[in-house]
């Protein structure tokens, strides 16, 4: 154990990492909603509400994530 | 009304939807509460971080790493939100419409798990309810069972149906009306 290379990352790094790897996970799983909603739906206005809700959760919390790695 | 789903399933011509029907709301309400309070959790715990005397190792740490536990929270958060539109896609676009002619049963499962199902009504031979539980009878919801006379077609069950004995009912009238619309005209059996 004690031959074994260490990994050791600094805590930005780790966390930018995370943020860049949710952020390729938002968008995929963004583009399979979006695609579902779009073709299966048969209410133009739920479909329109459920992607204003969606959007106008999620866009915040993903600046807030930025906005805090930025201050890390 | 035309609408795009119908587009996707394209109607017989002149087949009239009697009815679309989804699961009951309760089903979905527990879902995203249940989905809430799991992504409410950290925020509490946070809060109850906060309330820890200040000297303390994990108050100091509260104070001095809110960036990083800002992050975690979001993401936690951002996790949870996606849960809970997954939850909702399922509960939306699970639907069970039932025409003149067939009954057409949508699941919805996650997002890589779609299975649409026609039965026609004339081929339909028995159809059971059945409310089982405490809420269930107080909401009245339920599961709607049925078997169809052909080789081809399974049997189909459906679960957490609002009134199903009225879906029952509707499925049964619309039965009627199909076999003695085919008796009238038995061409009509092969549209």
Request: charged share 15%; with cysteine; glycine share 4%.
């Amino acid at each position: 154990m004690e031959n074994l290379p260490h990994l050791i990352l600094p805590t930005k790094t780790i966390v930018t990492l995370v943020f860049y790897l949710f952020l390729i996970v938002y968008a995929t799983f963004t583009v399979v909603f979006y695609y579902h909603w779009q073709n299966y739906s048969m209410n133009k206005g739920a479909t329109t509400a459920t992607h204003i809700a969606y959007f106008g959760i999620t866009i915040p919390l993903l600046a807030l994530m930025g906005l805090s790695l930025l201050a890390l | 009304m035309q609408t795009k789903l119908y587009e996707k399933i394209e109607l017989e011509s002149d087949e009239v939807v009697i009815t679309t029907v989804r699961k009951h709301w309760f089903v979905i309400t527990v879902e995203l509460m249940v989905i809430i309070l799991f992504g409410l959790v950290p925020v509490f715990l946070f809060m109850g971080v906060l309330a820890l005397p200040p000297q303390s190792i994990v108050s100091t740490f509260v104070q001095t790493g809110t960036p990083l536990i800002t992050f975690c929270l979001a993401t936690w958060l951002l996790m949870s939100t996606l849960a809970a539109v997954t939850s909702w896609t399922s509960y939306y676009l699970d639907l069970w419409i039932l025409t003149d002619r067939r009954i057409i049963v949508i699941d919805q499962i996650g997002y890589f798990n779609r299975k649409v199902s026609n039965f026609r009504l004339e081929r339909l031979q028995d159809i059971n309810v059945s409310i089982t539980g405490l809420i269930p009878t107080l909401l009245n919801y339920g599961i709607i069972r049925a078997q169809t006379a052909s080789a081809s077609e399974n049997n189909f069950i459906s679960y957490n149906l609002p009134d199903p004995r009225g879906l029952q009912s509707q499925i049964q009238a619309a039965m009627d009306a199909r076999l003695t619309t085919i008796e009238k005209i038995p061409d009509a059996a092969l549209e």
